[in-house]
């Protein structure tokens, strides 16, 4: 016969709440406890019918995760990480790629998720409207990308701090022609590219040097774009010694078209990006190191504490910290080099 979860519980000699509790990685059970109750459910063939425990909770067990690039490292990275947090959970997701405005539109329009999501975790930035209709699921909302907004819980980063940690560095090594690889073609809504040029403006202002528009280029979040941008800026009729690029992903293509010129970097052009990608160790990159992972899974983290305690006053905005790592590819500028 089939073990029920009676017979788990009167093995170990707790309730069936305890079991359920445990085996659903829900709060409230020690970890002695917790390994002791999985251990014998192996032993007897115990497993949690997911058709029963909604039934009895009302719940789907699902999370919905909405997504603008799912190929792109970042919201990889986060989706990833946030689904191992849901999975050890007992929850599924269910996710949507809404990288276009066509299926974005259509999506807002019939809302699939009602009735068949517990939370919703959105790694696009909702307008007003978009918002609301999410809201209106009566479910809890959490975000990684964006600044705070009503109804949601955000885990992110300070952009404008990282940035200006990144473009100080480069102001105090001497240089004076910096310029900016941006990611302003980034997804709709997104307001990282508009906090990093603010602040790289702020420092240079801070620094006393003169903006020059010809030293900013948009590089679409990606090597190819960076690759691109970098070209751009060094057919300037004076261009810069040190590139501060949005993402470490645009950093490394200015990295390349550095190599294609045959010059180098720190040694021609110094360049710091922003992110710490699982690569940038690999290429010596100086860079603002955030975490991405981290982040996913704290929001995970923190709407499943929702579905836990209903009650409880949900956090607004989780600020996760950030570094400047110094690796090989920032210098003083040379002497000879227009500055």
Known sequence: ???SINDVA???GVSASTVSRALRGRPGVSDEV???????AAQLGYTASRSASSLASGRTYTIGVL??????WFF????DAAEQVFSAAGYDVLLYNLGSPETRKRFFTKLPVRKRVDAVLSLLIPDDEESAAL????VPLATTVGGARPGFTVVGIDDRVGTESAVRHLVNLGHRRIGMISGASGPLHWTTPIERRNAYLD?????GIEHDPALEADGDYTVEGGERAMTELLAASRPPTAVFAQSDEMAMGALRALRR???KAPDDVSVVGFDDHELADVVGLTTVAQPVAEQGAEAARLLLRRLDEPDAEPPGHVRMPIRLVLRETTAPPRPRGPQ
């Open 203 to 207: 420092v240079l202002a801070e620094a």
């Open 67 to 72: 997504v603008p690039y799912v190929g792109r």
């Open 261 to 263: 010129h045959r010059l």
């Open 135 to 138: 809201r209106s699921l009566g």
């Open 10 to 12: 009167q093995a170990v």
């Open 34 to 40: 917790r390994d002791r109750i999985a251990a014998v």
């Open 1 to 3: 016969m089939t073990a």
């Open 76 to 79: 990889g990275t986060v989706l």
